[in-house]
């Protein structure tokens, strides 16, 4: 998890909150959360490489849409770092 970008951490957890979610609802869901359009130049590559990584798993739902899942070690890393940020933040937003 360490080597990943924060866009590439942020597609982890859009892909865990979803159930099988293909490239164009992740990439509505991070539009809305940058605030700003996210071009397929850069959502593709992106995904490619966490699942290169193994992070991810890519299915396909049809001829033109592919659907991503998290892999087991994609559910621990995301868990790793949770705890990691946890560490850090937990007593801030209890305050």
Known sequence: MYDLTAF?????????????????????????????????????????TIVDKGLVEKGEADRRTNFYTLTARGKRELKARREWENQYVDELLTE
């Open 8 to 48: 590439q951490r942020d597609l982890l957890y859009t892909i865990a909150g979803k159930e099988d979610p293909h490239g164009l609802a992740i990439k509505d869901e991070l539009e809305n959360y940058y605030e700003n359009e996210i071009h397929h130049g850069r959502l593709y590559p992106n995904l490619d």
